[in-house]
């Protein structure tokens, strides 16, 4: 039976473990938060870890699901990091949303120590972690990726090889990237029409029927911003950080990314004026704000 610790136990990290528990794996889970750990050991009769180095400690795959890649390259560190517990041969797989340079840095320190490592960020959310159909976007040899699947496949309902280490990390900033643009535009188109009289919902109608439309028109605007209800499934500050990664991208590759770099301000914007606990989609409040108008 393989060995799986699992790193993280946030809205989206949850409910991708508890897959895991209720699949073919030995798991092991560790949270910053310690009681979380606890909760879900208890519930889904797994072993929780006190540290990093001890969740590490004897797995064959170390799955990581933390905020960005800040607090993974932290977690590495000191004798109760998990550098400290990861077995040689061994595998890391980064869900993080993270950064392509540091899932490099990572890979190449945990390369010293004979520890392979994956970049697998995942996209869908909180229902499809629930729901088990999130999409992969991996980064690393074919070896070490074939050798995740059957993890990463407990979770997911596809899973892509984006190219080397860094490269799922990529994909995924630029798909934020993309999101951000989707809400911000629809945002301001719904505003203007709000303008010219148009219900919210009388003009997705349309637009979901038409060539505008997105999976921000189809799912997350009726869903929230018609009601002005905003479930904090994914949070605004999450989203700053991806599209932050997405424009530092865009700058070091050279290529003028003019769009990128707006929704990089934007959300910057959003998320100074409405808190790192807001949802992503609540952006749209900014617009509603400078607009002078209310989207209903």
Known sequence: MMRVAFIG???????????????PFELTV???????????????????????ASAAGGADVVVTCLPSSREVEEILEGESGLAAGLERGSLVV????????????????????????????????VKGALAGTLTVMCGGGIAAID????????????????GDVGAGHAVKAMNQAL????????????????RYGVPAAT?????????????????????????HAYPRTFRLGLLDKDVSIAAGMAQQSGI??????LAA???????????????????????EERAGVRIS
Do not use: Y
């Open 203 to 227: 003009a997705l109608e349309v637009i979901n029927g038409s060539s505008g439309r997105s999976n921000t028109s189809e799912n997350l605007f009726p869903e929230r911003v018609l009601g």
């Open 147 to 162: 050798r995740a699947r059957p993890i990463l496949a407990a979770f997911s309902g596809k899973i892509v090889r984006c």
């Open 179 to 194: 999101l951000a643009v989707h809400i911000w535009s629809a945002g301001e188109v719904l505003a203007v029409l709000a």
């Open 256 to 261: 003028s990314s003019p769009f990128i770099e």
């Open 94 to 125: 980064d869900c993080t949303s993270g950064d392509p340079a540091a899932s490099v840095r990572i890979a190449q320190r945990l390369a010293k120590t004979n520890v392979g490592f994956v970049d697998a960020p995942v996209s869908g959310g």
């Open 265 to 287: 301000r934007l959300f910057a914007d959003a998320h100074e004026s409405l808190g790192d606990e807001a949802d992503h989609v609540e952006a749209v409040k900014l617009i």
């Open 30 to 52: 560790w949270n910053r938060t310690a009681e979380k750990s606890r909760v879900f050991a208890d519930e889904h009769r797994v072993r929780a870890a006190d540290t990093p």
């Open 9 to 23: 136990l946030g809205a989206i990290g949850r409910p991708m473990a508890a897959h895991l528990a209720r699949g």
